[in-house]
């Protein structure tokens, strides 16, 4: 069982950063290791980025180049750095450990419970 604590959701104008947190009370493997899901009102559950223990990182189309994801191994905690937000990114943004797929929600084993990022326009 992993435990997974999120931090850093808010209020931000478009084209403003955010950065969220997560920790993991201990560290899982996994082939795409940990990362961020996103879930606006009325939508599924959507992968944003993930990082492997090694650095590799993964990231849907629509973030690349704004989201940049990152972790510290010692600390099993990811980070998401938001840039250049858009009133699009708005949902409450899940940490996911142990991610064996990317294609959806199901290929995850652990949830943290998840932290509201609003962008206003």
């Known amino acids: 069982q992993v435990q997974l604590v999120e931090s850093g959701g808010g209020l931000v104008q478009a084209g403003g950063s955010l950065r969220l947190s997560c920790t993991a009370s201990?560290?899982?493997?996994?082939?795409?290791?940990m990362g961020w899901f996103r879930q606006a009102p009325g939508k599924e559950r959507e992968f944003v980025g993930a990082v492997r223990w090694s650095g590799e990182t993964s990231y849907t189309d629509s973030v690349k180049g704004r989201f940049t994801i990152s972790r510290d191994n010692a600390k099993n905690t990811v980070y998401l750095q938001m840039n250049s937000l858009k009133p699009e990114d708005t949902a409450v943004y899940y940490c996911?450990?142990?991610?064996?797929?990317?294609?959806?929600?199901?290929?995850?084993?652990?949830w943290g419970k998840g932290t509201l990022v609003t962008v206003s326009s």
């Open positions: 201990r560290r899982t493997l996994s082939a795409y290791g």
């Open positions: 996911a450990a142990g991610i064996n797929s990317i294609g959806g929600p199901d290929g995850v084993a652990y």
